[in-house]
Protein backbone atom coordinates (compact mmCIF):
# COMPACT_ATOMS: atom_id res chain seq x y z
CA UNK A 1 0.00 0.00 0.00
CA UNK A 2 0.62 3.63 -0.26
CA UNK A 3 3.59 4.97 2.15
CA UNK A 4 4.54 8.22 3.81
CA UNK A 5 7.77 8.39 4.93
CA UNK A 6 8.41 11.28 7.59
CA UNK A 7 12.34 12.26 8.77
CA UNK A 8 13.43 12.45 11.27
CA UNK A 9 10.94 10.69 13.71
CA UNK A 10 12.40 13.20 16.61
CA UNK A 11 14.64 16.15 17.10
CA UNK A 12 15.89 18.31 19.96
CA UNK A 13 17.04 21.76 19.03
CA UNK A 14 18.17 25.15 20.45
CA UNK A 15 16.34 27.88 20.53
CA UNK A 16 16.86 30.37 17.96
CA UNK A 17 17.98 27.71 15.21
CA UNK A 18 16.42 25.96 12.30
CA UNK A 19 14.70 22.52 11.70
CA UNK A 20 13.63 20.55 8.42
CA UNK A 21 11.54 17.94 8.45
CA UNK A 22 10.75 16.19 5.48
CA UNK A 23 7.88 14.33 4.05
CA UNK A 24 8.26 11.72 1.74
CA UNK A 25 6.05 9.52 -0.65
CA UNK A 26 7.55 6.05 -1.42
CA UNK A 27 5.49 4.60 -4.08
CA UNK A 28 3.03 7.41 -5.76
CA UNK A 29 2.97 10.72 -6.54
CA UNK A 30 1.34 13.68 -4.75
CA UNK A 31 0.82 16.58 -6.51
CA UNK A 32 -0.10 18.16 -2.80
CA UNK A 33 0.60 16.96 1.04
CA UNK A 34 -0.48 18.37 4.19
CA UNK A 35 1.07 18.95 7.11
CA UNK A 36 -0.42 19.19 10.54
CA UNK A 37 0.58 19.77 13.79
CA UNK A 38 -0.30 18.09 17.29
CA UNK A 39 0.17 19.12 21.00
CA UNK A 40 -0.30 16.69 23.61
CA UNK A 41 -3.64 15.41 24.13
CA UNK A 42 -5.17 17.39 21.04
CA UNK A 43 -6.22 16.48 17.80
CA UNK A 44 -4.10 17.35 14.70
CA UNK A 45 -4.77 20.52 13.14
CA UNK A 46 -3.68 21.57 9.73
CA UNK A 47 -1.49 24.11 9.00
CA UNK A 48 -0.76 24.09 5.31
CA UNK A 49 -1.39 22.52 2.28
CA UNK A 50 2.04 22.10 0.28
CA UNK A 51 1.70 21.88 -3.81
CA UNK A 52 3.99 21.13 -5.89
CA UNK A 53 5.86 23.41 -7.95
CA UNK A 54 3.88 26.57 -6.20
CA UNK A 55 3.13 28.26 -2.82
CA UNK A 56 1.98 26.59 0.17
CA UNK A 57 -1.70 27.59 1.46
CA UNK A 58 -1.26 28.06 4.97
CA UNK A 59 -4.28 28.21 7.42
CA UNK A 60 -5.36 31.39 9.56
CA UNK A 61 -3.01 32.10 12.52
CA UNK A 62 -0.08 29.74 10.96
CA UNK A 63 2.95 31.97 9.99
CA UNK A 64 4.00 31.38 6.53
CA UNK A 65 8.00 33.05 7.81
CA UNK A 66 7.87 30.92 10.76
CA UNK A 67 6.98 27.61 8.47
CA UNK A 68 8.80 27.42 5.26
CA UNK A 69 7.36 25.24 3.30
CA UNK A 70 8.60 23.37 -0.28
CA UNK A 71 7.41 21.22 -2.23
CA UNK A 72 9.92 20.39 -4.87
CA UNK A 73 9.03 17.57 -6.48
CA UNK A 74 6.05 15.02 -6.53
CA UNK A 75 7.61 12.47 -4.14
CA UNK A 76 8.93 15.47 -1.37
CA UNK A 77 7.90 18.46 0.85
CA UNK A 78 10.12 19.88 3.53
CA UNK A 79 8.85 21.81 6.26
CA UNK A 80 10.89 24.18 7.86
CA UNK A 81 10.66 25.50 11.61
CA UNK A 82 12.78 28.54 11.35
CA UNK A 83 14.08 30.51 15.13
CA UNK A 84 12.10 27.57 17.29
CA UNK A 85 10.76 28.83 20.11
CA UNK A 86 9.59 26.40 23.09
CA UNK A 87 6.26 27.01 22.19
CA UNK A 88 6.90 25.65 18.96
CA UNK A 89 7.66 21.93 20.10
CA UNK A 90 4.42 19.70 19.34
CA UNK A 91 4.00 16.79 17.29
CA UNK A 92 3.97 17.48 13.34
CA UNK A 93 2.83 14.80 11.09
CA UNK A 94 2.66 14.95 7.26
CA UNK A 95 0.14 13.17 5.10
CA UNK A 96 -0.21 12.70 1.01
CA UNK A 97 -2.64 11.02 -0.77
CA UNK A 98 -1.73 9.58 -4.89
CA UNK A 99 -4.86 10.71 -6.75
CA UNK A 100 -8.05 9.40 -5.90
CA UNK A 101 -6.82 7.04 -2.77
CA UNK A 102 -7.24 7.89 1.08
CA UNK A 103 -5.07 10.28 2.28
CA UNK A 104 -1.45 8.27 3.86
CA UNK A 105 0.31 10.00 7.03
CA UNK A 106 3.65 9.87 7.87
CA UNK A 107 4.77 8.35 11.71
CA UNK A 108 5.72 12.02 12.39
CA UNK A 109 8.26 14.17 14.11
CA UNK A 110 8.49 15.14 17.64
CA UNK A 111 9.86 18.55 17.79
CA UNK A 112 11.30 19.69 21.24
CA UNK A 113 13.09 23.15 21.38
CA UNK A 114 14.97 23.75 24.79
CA UNK B 1 -16.72 19.64 5.34
CA UNK B 2 -20.04 17.98 7.63
CA UNK B 3 -19.44 17.57 11.16
CA UNK B 4 -19.15 13.77 12.93
CA UNK B 5 -19.63 13.24 16.92
CA UNK B 6 -18.30 10.16 18.39
CA UNK B 7 -18.01 8.92 22.10
CA UNK B 8 -14.74 10.60 23.69
CA UNK B 9 -13.73 7.14 25.11
CA UNK B 10 -15.00 3.12 25.19
CA UNK B 11 -13.62 0.39 27.03
CA UNK B 12 -13.52 -3.19 25.15
CA UNK B 13 -11.88 -6.59 26.34
CA UNK B 14 -9.29 -8.25 24.88
CA UNK B 15 -10.48 -10.95 22.02
CA UNK B 16 -13.99 -8.87 21.85
CA UNK B 17 -15.47 -7.55 18.92
CA UNK B 18 -15.81 -3.65 19.15
CA UNK B 19 -18.67 -1.15 17.78
CA UNK B 20 -17.36 2.20 17.32
CA UNK B 21 -20.13 4.52 17.10
CA UNK B 22 -19.79 7.92 14.51
CA UNK B 23 -23.01 10.07 14.21
CA UNK B 24 -22.80 12.40 10.98
CA UNK B 25 -26.50 13.95 10.29
CA UNK B 26 -24.92 16.60 8.06
CA UNK B 27 -23.34 14.10 5.64
CA UNK B 28 -23.98 15.30 2.29
CA UNK B 29 -24.05 12.93 -0.40
CA UNK B 30 -20.32 13.79 -1.55
CA UNK B 31 -19.04 12.81 1.56
CA UNK B 32 -17.04 9.43 1.93
CA UNK B 33 -16.60 8.44 5.53
CA UNK B 34 -13.26 7.29 5.91
CA UNK B 35 -12.17 5.65 9.12
CA UNK B 36 -8.06 6.56 10.86
CA UNK B 37 -6.85 5.68 13.98
CA UNK B 38 -3.60 6.95 16.24
CA UNK B 39 -1.45 5.26 17.78
CA UNK B 40 0.29 6.75 21.10
CA UNK B 41 3.30 8.91 19.38
CA UNK B 42 2.24 7.95 15.80
CA UNK B 43 0.71 9.55 12.83
CA UNK B 44 -2.77 8.81 12.00
CA UNK B 45 -3.03 5.44 9.87
CA UNK B 46 -6.02 4.67 7.66
CA UNK B 47 -8.37 2.03 8.44
CA UNK B 48 -11.36 1.70 6.48
CA UNK B 49 -13.59 4.22 4.15
CA UNK B 50 -16.67 3.72 2.40
CA UNK B 51 -20.04 5.71 0.90
CA UNK B 52 -23.33 3.58 0.63
CA UNK B 53 -22.49 0.23 0.96
CA UNK B 54 -21.01 -1.77 4.23
CA UNK B 55 -17.13 -2.37 3.40
CA UNK B 56 -14.79 -4.93 4.92
CA UNK B 57 -10.84 -5.25 5.15
CA UNK B 58 -8.50 -7.24 6.91
CA UNK B 59 -8.38 -4.20 9.57
CA UNK B 60 -12.05 -3.67 10.48
CA UNK B 61 -15.91 -3.67 8.62
CA UNK B 62 -17.56 -0.47 8.49
CA UNK B 63 -21.34 -0.49 8.19
CA UNK B 64 -23.06 2.30 7.20
CA UNK B 65 -26.67 3.39 7.88
CA UNK B 66 -29.25 3.35 5.33
CA UNK B 67 -29.82 7.16 5.43
CA UNK B 68 -26.01 7.58 6.26
CA UNK B 69 -26.59 9.77 8.85
CA UNK B 70 -24.60 7.46 10.97
CA UNK B 71 -21.83 4.78 10.67
CA UNK B 72 -20.21 2.14 12.83
CA UNK B 73 -16.27 0.91 12.57
CA UNK B 74 -16.21 -2.64 13.58
CA UNK B 75 -12.97 -4.40 15.38
CA UNK B 76 -14.36 -7.90 15.17
CA UNK B 77 -11.69 -9.12 17.83
CA UNK B 78 -10.32 -6.48 19.75
CA UNK B 79 -6.22 -6.79 20.51
CA UNK B 80 -4.30 -4.99 22.98
CA UNK B 81 -2.81 -3.06 19.53
CA UNK B 82 -5.46 -1.80 18.88
CA UNK B 83 -5.44 0.56 21.37
CA UNK B 84 -5.81 3.56 20.07
CA UNK B 85 -7.30 7.04 19.13
CA UNK B 86 -9.70 6.13 16.63
CA UNK B 87 -11.04 9.49 14.25
CA UNK B 88 -14.43 8.82 11.88
CA UNK B 89 -13.96 11.82 9.29
CA UNK B 90 -16.32 12.65 6.45
CA UNK B 91 -14.14 13.25 3.14
CA UNK B 92 -15.94 15.27 -0.09
CA UNK B 93 -14.92 13.05 -2.51
CA UNK B 94 -14.67 16.23 -4.89
CA UNK B 95 -11.19 16.87 -2.91
CA UNK B 96 -9.48 13.71 -3.68
CA UNK B 97 -6.42 14.56 -4.86
CA UNK B 98 -5.79 18.23 -4.78
CA UNK B 99 -5.68 20.93 -2.71
CA UNK B 100 -9.16 20.60 -0.84
CA UNK B 101 -8.62 17.10 0.13
CA UNK B 102 -7.27 17.29 3.39
CA UNK B 103 -8.78 15.58 6.89
CA UNK B 104 -10.09 17.78 9.24
CA UNK B 105 -10.04 15.77 12.53
CA UNK B 106 -12.10 15.94 15.81
CA UNK B 107 -11.30 14.49 19.09
CA UNK B 108 -12.31 10.85 18.24
CA UNK B 109 -13.21 7.67 20.75
CA UNK B 110 -10.10 6.55 22.78
CA UNK B 111 -10.21 2.81 23.17
CA UNK B 112 -9.17 1.13 25.89
CA UNK B 113 -8.37 -2.96 25.57
CA UNK B 114 -8.20 -4.44 28.65
CA UNK B 115 -6.39 -8.04 28.96
Known amino acids: GAVVSQHPSWVICKSGTSVKIECRSL??????MFWYRQFPKQSLMLMAT?????????EQGVEKDKFLINHASLTLSTLTVTSAHPEDSSFYIC??????????FGNGTRLTVT | DAKTTQPNSMESNEEEPVHLPCNHS???????IHWYRQLPSQGPEYVIH???SNVNNRMASLAIAEDRKSSTLILHRATLRDAAVYYC????????????????FGKGTKLSVKP
Open chain 1, 95 to 104: SASGGNSPLH
Open chain 1, 27 to 32: DFQATT
Open chain 1, 50 to 58: SNEGSKATY
Open chain 2, 26 to 32: TISGTDY
Open chain 2, 50 to 52: GLT
Open chain 2, 89 to 104: ILRDVRGYGGSQGNLI
